[in-house]
């Protein structure tokens, strides 16, 4: 357990539909990144959060949003959704907003759109 | 912009043979490297790490030695077992301005280890 908690696993959808993916970060970790896995692009880094605020954003579409709340979870909303979006996406979260040496990832949701 | 290219997969290896995955980057300055392993059906988990040039990351057997020269990763095990078949990748550190913390992937190399 690397201590970064993602939910759901897996996740079934039609195309147009919208759904929020929920990260809990490492206790103590302030900064929240969510990285998309899919086989063509590979890991793409999405979107990162630190304290609440967002820190940078990635090749994260327009569709596609996130937030951290003031307990430091954040959730990964994405709507519209179109039958190229299925792919894993992962959570992971650090200590620090900058220069972090690596972070923790989690064990990733799987979305798959039909 | 910054990136990682590595090896091509999948590798597939005899238990015991050596394994060297290459990994090169491009990128301004100095980002710390990254080597990330994905067993099947889990998530990420950071394998080893090299925050400066000449620097050998090293865990579980396998190491790598941050090249600035040659701009370079490269994975090495001396003796692999089965139980190392996973996706492995490279990975490295933004440092300047908005992709600074973030990392930067290769598009990962699965390493398959025949008994």
């Known amino acids: 357990d690397s201590g970064v908690t993602q939910t759901p696993k897996h996740l079934i959808t039609a195309t147009g539909q919208r759904v929020t993916l929920r990260c809990s970060p490492r206790?103590?970790?302030?900064?929240v990144y969510w990285y998309q896995q899919s086989l063509d692009q590979g890991l793409q880094f999405l979107i990162q959060y630190y304290n609440g605020e967002e820190r940078a954003k990635g090749n994260i579409l327009e569709r596609f949003s996130a937030q951290q709340f003031p307990d430091l979870h954040s959730e990964l909303n994405l709507s519209s959704l179109e039958l190229g979006d299925s792919a894993l996406y992962f959570c992971?979260?650090?200590?620090?907003?900058?220069?972090?040496?690596?972070?923790?990832f989690g064990s990733g949701t799987r979305l798959t759109v039909v | 912009g910054d990136s990682v290219t590595q090896m091509e997969g999948p590798v597939t290896l005899s238990e015991e043979a050596f394994l060297t995955i290459n990994c090169t980057y491009t990128a301004t300055g100095y980002p710390s490297l990254f080597w990330y392993v994905q067993y099947p059906g889990e998530g990420l988990q950071l394998l080893l790490k090299?925050?400066?040039?000449?620097d050998k990351g090293s865990n579980k057997g396998f190491e790598a030695t941050y090249r600035k020269e040659t701009t370079s990763f490269h994975l090495e095990k001396g003796s692999v077992q089965v139980s190392d078949s996973a996706v492995y990748f490279c990975a490295l550190e933004g440092i300047h301005g908005g992709s600074q913390g973030n990392l930067i992937f290769g598009k990962g190399t699965k390493l398959s280890v025949k008994p």
């Open positions: 090299a925050t400066k040039a000449d």
């Open positions: 206790s103590g970790d302030l900064s």
């Open positions: 992971a979260s650090s200590a620090t907003g900058g220069r972090n040496y690596g972070y923790t």
